[in-house]
């Protein structure tokens, strides 16, 4: 089988991988298909630690108000990026989550992270 140079190139991308920046975060599916989530679109965001049997991972979990659910995992290209991203924009989040998510093991439940607040409710 012969490999050529824009095949090879192709093979040598990695994906997914994620972009966060100052209108959202862009999860990049493969060169041609990508999920843009607006920042003022996400509505919750939970965190959890996965046992995949090789690694122990961390999963970020998205809700949009359309009831879209997006997870992004810790061994992605950019997931830091998303952390410090959520850190800073997403007014209200606790200080210290991702250290509080660092510290959890698969065992451990489920943290909720971060829920928009509805207008007209107290």
């Not at 090879?8 to 966060?20: D, G, I, Q, V």
């Not at 090789?54 to 809700?63: D, F, H, N, P, Q």
Request: net charge negative.
């Amino acid at each position: 089988m012969s490999v050529t140079l824009e095949s090879r190139e192709e093979m040598l991308e990695e994906y997914p991988f994620l972009k966060a920046g100052a209108e959202g975060i862009c999860l990049k599916h493969s060169q041609d298909a990508e999920t843009i989530l607006a920042w003022s679109e996400i509505s919750l965001v939970r965190a959890y630690k996965l046992d995949t049997k090789i690694e122990i991972l961390t999963v970020l979990e998205i809700e949009t108000e359309s009831g879209e659910f997006v997870e992004m995992f810790s061994n992605w290209e950019g997931f830091r990026c998303v952390v410090e991203g959520i850190s800073s924009t997403l007014g209200g989040i606790e200080s210290g989550w991702s250290q509080r998510v660092d510290s959890l093991s698969p065992t451990d439940d489920t943290l909720l992270l971060w829920r928009r607040e509805q207008e007209g409710t107290s």
